[in-house]
C-alpha cells in the first residue's frame, strides 16, 4: 500500500486493489453480457466510488486515447498523414475513407459505451477529488482526446449516433466542465475543441435497439453552455 502526500491530507492508493478492480471490470462487462451498455457503465461507476476508484478510471481513460492513438499512428504510418492528439480532425480530412475509426476494437479491450463512458463519469462526479488523487492535467487532456475521437467518428467514419455514443459525448463534455472548475488554473482549450464551439449542427439521437430517433444532439452548443460559462 502506497501512502502521499497533496497538501495537508493524506491520499492512500492500494495497487493491489486497483489490479483487481480494473480486471474485474475487464471479466464482468462487455458486449457479451446481455445488458444494456447503459446500465453496466452504472454498475462500474458503483464500483469505482473511493481513491483508488478514481486511479482505475484515469488509467483506464488514459489507456484508451493511447490506445487510439497507437492504432492511427499504424494507420498513418508510411502515408505521409500526420497525427496530432490535440486536433484529429486534419488527420480525416487528409486521409477520407482510407482511415478506419478504431474505437470499438481497440487493442487495449476497453469499450467507449462500456468502461470509458464510466471512468469519464466517474472523475466527472468525483472531480475535485480527481485532481489531487492524480495530475489532473493529464485527465483533462485525454477527455478532450477522446471527445474529439468520438465527434470525429460521427462526421467524417459513419459512426452511427445512438444513445450510448451521445451519452458518451455528453459525459465527455460535462467531465471536462467538471475538471477545468476543479484545476482553478486549467491549461487552454485544444484547438479541436475551439473549432466545434463555432459550429452548431444538431444530429440525431437513435434508438440503441433499433431506427428510431428518440432526440438530437449538439456538440458546438454543449461544449459553449459548459465550458465558456
Do not use: K
Amino acid at each position: 500500500m502506497r501512502w502521499f502526500r497533496l497538501g495537508r491530507r493524506q491520499v492512500q492508493h492500494d495497487p493491489g486493489r486497483q489490479e483487481a478492480l480494473l480486471h474485474d471490470i475487464r471479466q464482468r462487462f462487455g458486449t457479451h453480457v446481455r445488458v444494456g451498455f447503459s446500465d453496466q457503465a452504472d454498475a462500474i461507476v458503483r464500483l469505482l466510488d473511493d481513491d483508488d476508484g478514481l486511479v482505475v478510471a484515469a488509467g483506464m481513460l488514459r489507456e484508451f486515447a493511447d490506445a487510439a492513438h497507437a492504432e492511427l499512428l499504424a494507420q498513418a504510418a508510411g502515408r505521409g498523414w500526420a497525427v496530432d492528439r490535440r486536433n484529429y480532425r486534419p488527420l480525416w480530412q487528409a486521409a477520407g475513407p482510407e482511415l478506419r475509426w478504431p474505437l470499438f476494437d481497440l487493442r487495449c479491450g476497453l469499450h467507449p459505451y462500456l468502461q470509458v463512458t464510466a471512468a469519464v463519469a466517474v472523475l466527472g462526479g468525483q472531480a475535485r477529488r480527481a485532481v489531487r488523487v492524480a495530475d489532473p492535467d493529464p485527465q483533462l487532456a485525454h477527455v478532450f482526446e477522446v471527445l474529439d475521437l468520438t465527434l470525429v467518428g460521427w462526421e467524417y467514419a459513419r459512426v452511427r449516433v445512438d444513445v450510448d455514443a451521445a451519452t458518451l459525448a455528453d459525459r465527455l463534455i460535462s467531465t471536462a466542465r467538471e475538471l477545468r472548475a476543479a484545476m482553478g488554473d486549467p491549461p487552454p482549450l485544444p484547438p479541436a475543441v475551439r473549432e466545434l464551439m463555432r459550429r452548431n449542427h444538431t444530429v440525431d439521437v437513435y434508438d440503441p435497439a433499433g431506427s428510431r430517433i428518440v432526440g438530437a444532439f449538439n456538440p458546438g452548443r454543449s461544449l459553449r453552455e459548459s465550458l465558456l460559462a
